[in-house]
């Protein structure tokens, strides 16, 4: 992947990736990165998200926080191919000190649309069922709000046409869709809305559903390989873990198999686990040094290609 010496940023490899600390606009532009401009298939990340209260794995505010992140667009857009996607997960905030959400995500997003000249594919809803709580002041507190379970996810393309494909994405049928297809037996014809259903479409196995835009995953596993490294190196874990379910699902949805897959705010390292089990070639970025060293952990106990850099 990175041809002479491998830049000191460079803290780890494995048979398919390579995990960088530092700032994301910094390692981006090294000169032994050039090669992959125009070569990344998908963006998968997470951004910090705007919230009030401060995190140690960094957050901004306001129109810093929106200067900040469109500043990235620009540099997305060198690096993606032609027919690449850029997936962005954005949670929710909130009005400091007020029972009202913010529009700052929403905003930052127009605004990295605008800059970057990106078309807008999809938006899907991430559901944590087991999420805590929150705003706890208003839920908890005051009671005067229910609880936040969900985060945006955000899927965009330089071209209207992204590669894409939701065969590689389908899901287990239903027992009664299961029942339909063996009977053989459907009441086709005019619905209530005027659509009128044939009874091919519907009688044909897929081999799967296909999945919708609203996803289930939960991150609540406490015995994990990664948090298990970190306990025994002495590591702060990611308090923010973003579900491995779902970077597999728009790995699998918007790439194949030794496509490069790029999580310029990796945290964790969660998109370069799941895309090496996938066997895409991927490339993570972090500043911070304990969850740089802490992702070691997702590779470690199964990896014989784990490598200083």
């Not at 191919?81 to 909130?94: D, K």
């Not at 605008?114 to 706890?136: D, H, M, T, V, W």
Request: with cysteine.
């Amino acid at each position: 992947m990175l041809k002479g010496r491998p830049p000191k940023e460079l803290v780890y490899k494995t048979s398919f990736g390579l995990m960088f600390k530092g700032q994301a606009g910094e390692i981006l532009s090294l000169p032994t990165l050039d090669r992959m401009r125009g070569k990344v298939q998908l963006i998968f990340t997470s951004p910090p998200f705007p919230l009030n209260r401060k995190k140690k794995y960094g957050n901004l505010q306001g129109e810093e926080y929106i200067d900040w992140l469109v500043n990235f667009a620009a540099i997305f857009r060198t690096l993606l191919t032609e027919n690449g996607s850029i997936v962005m997960e954005l949670g929710n905030a909130w009005e400091p000190g007020k029972p009202v959400m913010s529009t700052l995500a929403l905003e930052a997003l127009l605004t990295f649309l605008k800059k970057g000249e990106f078309n807008l594919c999809q938006q899907f809803i991430c559901y944590n069922p087991a999420r805590l709580p929150s705003p706890s002041q208003w839920v908890n507190v005051e009671r005067s709000r229910v609880k936040d379970s969900y985060t945006h996810v955000w899927w965009m393309s330089p071209t209207d046409r992204p590669k894409a494909d939701n065969r590689r994405v389908l899901q287990e049928y239903s027992p009664s869709m299961k029942r339909l297809l063996k009977s053989k037996k459907y009441n086709s014809g005019k619905r209530p809305s005027e659509h009128n259903i044939g009874e091919t479409s519907f009688l044909r196995d897929n081999n799967g559903a296909i999945p919708s835009n609203v996803l289930t995953a939960a991150n609540t596993s406490s015995t994990d390989p990664y948090q298990k490294y970190c306990r025994e190196q002495g590591l702060q874990a990611h308090p923010a873990r973003m579900p491995i379910k779902l970077a597999e699902f728009f790995i699998h949805f918007l790439t194949e198999p030794n496509d490069y897959v790029l999580d310029p705010f990796a945290g964790s390292n969660t998109t370069g686990a799941a895309a090496e089990a996938l066997q895409r070639h991927w490339i993570s970025i972090e500043p911070s040094e304990d969850y740089v060293l802490g992702s070691r952990g997702r590779f470690a106990p199964s990896s014989g290609g784990l490598h200083d850099g």
